[in-house]
């Protein structure tokens, strides 16, 4: 037996790079919500991952963008303060050999960052192998990373190796959480999440960016979970959409939810769903707080 080694590793990108599907993939749970549209991620998410001689814990963040709201800055902020103090970081980019201002903008902040850097080329899935030499060359020019690994995190191809990369990387040290322990969200963020993610994925254009939910009721009944949701948007039209002609788009939410519920939970879901309007909460900074996303004194 060798010694103990851990480790934290933190996700960075521009959004809809693919970085919670690869934290999903490293830790083998499906800890972070995953949906086509960017800014699917809200907060910093930690996921842990516990082996025989090895603990990492990772922190997918927000994509990097330009805000247009507080909410929007907030989760920016998120994302760059997680650069900070880590054992590497695994920077994704998405499978193009241009430089894009949103890479370009990480490469700066990555000037400052003390840390190895491993760039993660993703979606390899979706290009000729061919075409990835370029994306190296036009990186590696511009920074010195550790390593670069081309993955496909959402067809599990290449993962194993940048684990490989990143196990070499994490210094002897203790377990920092407790070994079965996979994330640090609470169950009622998970289930709040979920029905996040259902809503990115069945509704388009704004709406989904302006939802939070807020879990009212979670009660274990022994046999069947209650929980009680409120779904936030920012319109009156907005409502509407959201609860669908006959409340259809509001029931098809609320079941596919409960689905993933009851698997997450191992128990059945009585699951209850409210939709309700604050105009304009994204810029609001009590209500941001509210809904737990920057709880900064
Ligand atoms: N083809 C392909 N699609 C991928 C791959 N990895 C992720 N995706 C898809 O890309 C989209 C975005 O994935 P996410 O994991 O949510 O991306 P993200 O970087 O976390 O996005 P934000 O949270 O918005 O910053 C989803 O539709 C994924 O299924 C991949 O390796 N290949
Ligand atoms: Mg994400």
């Not at 241009?98 to 840390?115: P, R, T």
């Not at 069945?202 to 939802?211: A, R, S």
Request: proline share 4%; glycine share 6%; hydrophobic share 40%.
């Amino acid at each position: 037996m060798g010694e103990f080694r851990s480790g934290f590793v933190s996700l960075i990108g521009r959004p809809n790079v693919g970085k919670s599907t690869l934290l999903n993939r490293l830790v083998g749970e499906k800890i972070a919500i995953i949906s086509s549209k960017p800014q699917t991620t809200r907060n910093n998410v930690l996921g842990i991952l516990t082996e025989e001689e090895l603990q990492i814990v990772f922190t997918d963040t927000p994509g990097i963008h330009a805000p247009t709201t507080k909410l929007g800055e907030f989760m920016v902020r998120s994302a760059e303060t997680a650069m900070r103090d880590v054992d590497a970081v695994l920077f994704l980019i998405e499978p193009v050999a241009n430089v894009g201002n949103i890479e370009e903008k990480i490469l700066k902040e990555l000037e400052h960052c003390e840390s190895p850097v491993i760039l993660v080329i993703n979606k390899i899935d979706t290009v000729k192998r061919e075409l990835l030499l370029d994306v190296i060359t036009k990186y590696t020019e511009r920074f010195n990373f550790h390593a670069v690994v081309p993955i496909s995190a959402k067809k599990d191809d290449g993962v194993e190796l940048l684990k490989k990369e990143l196990y070499a990387l994490i210094p002897g040290g203790p377990m920092f959480y407790p070994e079965d322990m996979v994330t640090d969200q609470p169950e009622r963020q998970l289930v709040a999440e979920t029905v996040r993610e259902k809503i990115l994925r069945n509704l388009d254009k704004e709406i989904p960016h302006g939802i939070a939910i807020e879990v009212m009721r979670m009660k274990d009944k022994g046999s069947v979970v209650e929980i009680i949701a409120n779904i936030y948007c920012e319109k009156a039209s907005h409502k509407g959409i959201i609860i669908g002609k006959n409340g259809e788009m509001l029931k098809k939410i609320g079941r596919i939810a409960r689905e993933d519920m009851e698997k997450m939970l191992g128990k059945k879901v009585f699951l209850e769903l409210w939709v309700k309007v604050k105009e304009d909460w994204r810029n609001r900074d009590s209500l941001i707080r509210n809904f737990g996303y920057d709880t900064r004194e």
